[in-house]
C-alpha cells in the first residue's frame, strides 16, 4: 500500500524509467510499475501544470531542496536558503513560466547542493542556486 492512498494531493513522487529518464508525478498517478524506480517526497510546490500548489504561508523557514520540471522536460534542481513554501511557490511561479511542477524534497539545516559549476539566481525573494540536471 503506497501512502497516496491516505493523502492523494499531499504526495509526489520522483520517477525513474528504464532509460535513465526522471520525472515528476503525483503519488495518486503512480501504480505499482514494476518498469519505474521512485520515492515518494512533497508537497508539490508548484502542481502540475503550473499552477501553485501551495496557498497559504505557514512561516516555517528551512533550507530546502526543490527538484522541478519544465514543459519541455528539462530537470532542475534548487537549493533554496531559508525559506516558507509560499515564497518558493510564489517566486518559481513568477521566475520560471515554462514550469510544469515543482516537488519539494526534505528539508532542514543539512539541505545542500554541491556542484562544480552553478547558477546563482538574481536574489527577489529567497536566495536560490540553480542547477539543470537532464535536458530533453
Request: aromatic content about 10%; glycine content about 6%.
Amino acid at each position: 500500500m503506497l501512502v497516496h492512498e491516505r493523502v492523494p494531493k499531499l504526495s509526489g513522487m520522483v520517477c525513474c524509467n528504464k532509460q535513465g529518464k526522471l520525472f515528476l508525478q503525483w503519488a495518486k498517478d503512480i501504480e505499482d510499475d514494476v518498469n519505474l524506480d521512485f520515492f515518494q517526497a512533497g508537497p508539490f510546490i508548484i502542481d502540475p501544470g503550473h499552477q501553485k500548489g501551495i496557498k497559504k504561508q505557514v512561516n516555517r523557514r528551512f533550507k530546502r531542496i526543490v527538484l522541478a520540471n519544465t514543459l519541455e522536460g528539462d530537470i532542475y534542481i534548487f537549493a533554496i536558503g531559508a525559506a516558507d513554501l509560499m515564497e518558493i511557490c510564489s517566486y518559481l511561479y513568477d521566475f520560471m513560466p515554462k514550469l510544469d511542477r515543482a516537488l519539494n524534497l526534505d528539508g532542514g539545516p543539512s539541505a545542500m547542493l554541491v556542484t562544480p559549476s552553478f547558477k546563482q539566481l538574481p536574489e527577489k525573494a529567497v536566495p536560490f542556486i540553480l542547477q539543470k540536471i537532464q535536458s530533453q
